[in-house]
């Protein structure tokens, strides 16, 4: 089969690899679109190397059909359209994962709209709903509120109740932003969202964080929560290193750990697979959550892709078909 495959050098190629075999307990899926994460970007320098068992190419996320189910496997038929959460080797023509980390296709989806989703709705739904454990009506700070995720968290907390305050990098993406449900909202450039954050909550400030930005943001965050509340981290765009206030945690009681969905185990993604099925997937049914897509691309043209996430060009999520 093809996939995408790289060099020494780091260069990208449309080339031949063997086509993986689903073993007990896996399908194969004959991949139609796949799409970016800045994980991709990260993993081609060599920063962030696949957990050990999982393919080396490329890719976290597809949808397309099952080409074949491995033994043991219940639940799911070759032919039905789907789409998948990878530990890896989506930017292929075939890719094999668990059975538990398969999602039927919303009705009404093309493949494309089907691989913007489910990476970008387990994460926030994930960090958000269950580790943060946003309650009705709390609110919510999202950071990159236009990337894939922070779009992914604004319809879900528009959905579920929780209004929610994003950061942003222009004013095109904040508007867009307040149009798809966000309550309110600065530029980055600011610098000051924590005055924004408060303005916006009369005070009291927010109950859960979303945050990909780390070390440049942990200061403004811990003092953007709210008593008891919750700081998420699922990046590090901002830093790694950064000394925290011990006294503000300790006084409002603050929860702030740390979150990545790759590494787990297939247990708790089988779970969290399931939780979505349940309480994210009948939402784009009714048409209360969306696939929000910056652009299309041929998988060939994968650096075009890279391109547009490492310069901050996209709103959602930018797709690759196959
Ligand atoms: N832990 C997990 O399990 C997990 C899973 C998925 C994604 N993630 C992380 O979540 C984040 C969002 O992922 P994504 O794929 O949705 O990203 P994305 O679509 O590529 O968007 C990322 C956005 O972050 C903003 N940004 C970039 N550098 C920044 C900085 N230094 N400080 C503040 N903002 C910055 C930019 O938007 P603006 O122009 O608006 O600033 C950029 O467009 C990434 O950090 C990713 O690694 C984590």
């Given at each position: 089969?093809?996939?995408?495959?790289?060099?020494?050098?780091?260069?990208?190629?449309?080339g031949?690899?063997?086509?993986?075999?689903?073993?007990?307990?896996?399908?194969?899926?004959?991949?139609?679109?796949?799409?970016?994460?800045?994980?991709?970007?990260?993993?081609?320098?060599?920063?962030?190397?696949?957990?050990?068992?999982?393919?080396?190419?490329?890719?976290?996320?597809?949808?397309?059909?099952?080409?074949?189910?491995?033994?043991?496997?219940?639940?799911?038929?070759?032919?039905?359209?789907?789409?998948?959460?990878?530990?890896?080797?989506?930017?292929?023509?075939?890719?094999?994962?668990?059975?538990?980390?398969v999602l039927?296709?919303?009705?009404?989806?093309?493949?494309?709209?089907?691989?913007?989703?489910?990476e970008?709705?387990?994460?926030?739904?994930?960090n958000?709903?269950?580790?943060?454990a946003?309650?009705?009506?709390?609110r919510?700070?999202?950071?990159?509120?236009?990337?894939?995720?922070?779009?992914a968290?604004?319809?879900?907390?528009?959905?579920?109740?929780?209004?929610?305050?994003v950061?942003?990098?222009?004013?095109?993406?904040?508007?867009?932003?307040?149009?798809?449900?966000?309550?309110?909202?600065?530029?980055?450039?600011?610098?000051?969202?924590?005055?924004?954050?408060?303005?916006?909550?009369?005070?009291?400030?927010?109950?859960v964080i979303?945050?990909?930005?780390?070390?440049?943001?942990l200061?403004?965050?811990?003092?953007?929560?709210?008593?008891?509340?919750?700081?998420?981290?699922?990046?590090?765009?901002?830093?790694?290193?950064?000394?925290?206030?011990?006294?503000?945690?300790?006084?409002?009681?603050?929860?702030v750990?740390?979150?990545?969905?790759?590494?787990?185990?297939?247990?708790s993604?089988?779970?969290?697979?399931?939780?979505?099925?349940?309480?994210?997937?009948?939402?784009?049914?009714?048409g209360?959550?969306?696939s929000?897509?910056?652009?299309?691309?041929?998988?060939?043209?994968?650096?075009?892709?890279?391109a547009?996430?490492?310069?901050?060009?996209?709103i959602?999520?930018?797709?690759l078909?196959?």
């Open positions: 089969m093809k996939a995408i495959v790289q060099d020494a050098q780091q260069n990208l190629s449309w031949d690899v063997p086509t993986p075999l689903p073993k007990a307990g896996e399908v194969a899926i004959s991949v139609k679109a796949t799409a970016v994460n800045r994980a991709d970007l990260m993993q081609r320098k060599g920063l962030y190397p696949p957990p050990l068992g999982a393919s080396e190419i490329m890719g976290l996320e597809c949808a397309g059909t099952i080409s074949a189910v491995g033994p043991g496997v219940t639940g799911w038929q070759v032919g039905e359209s789907v789409c998948a959460l990878l530990t890896g080797g989506g930017y292929a023509e075939t890719v094999v994962c668990p059975a538990g980390h039927p296709l919303p009705s009404g989806y093309s493949f494309a709209q089907g691989a913007a989703i489910v970008v709705y387990a994460t926030a739904w994930l958000i709903f269950l580790e943060g946003a309650k009705l009506g709390e919510v700070l999202i950071h990159a509120g236009a990337s894939g995720v922070g779009t968290a604004i319809q879900l907390c528009k959905a579920l109740g929780n209004p929610c305050f950061t942003v990098g222009s004013q095109p993406k904040l508007d867009f932003c307040l149009k798809l449900g966000a309550s309110a909202g600065c530029l980055r450039q600011d610098n000051h969202f924590e005055e924004r954050v408060r303005d916006w909550s009369q005070g009291a400030g927010v109950d979303l945050d990909c930005v780390g070390a440049d943001y200061d403004a965050n811990l003092r953007s929560l709210n008593t008891d509340g919750r700081l998420v981290l699922i990046g590090i765009m901002g830093g790694r290193t950064a000394s925290i206030d011990l006294g503000r945690m300790l006084i409002k009681r603050l929860k750990w740390g979150s990545t969905l790759r590494s787990r185990d297939n247990q993604k089988t779970a969290l697979i399931r939780s979505l099925r349940e309480q994210v997937w009948p939402r784009f049914e009714k209360e959550l969306r929000i897509i910056h652009a299309e691309y041929p998988i060939q043209e994968v650096e075009r892709a890279f547009d996430i490492a310069s901050n060009a996209n959602g999520k930018i797709v078909t196959v």
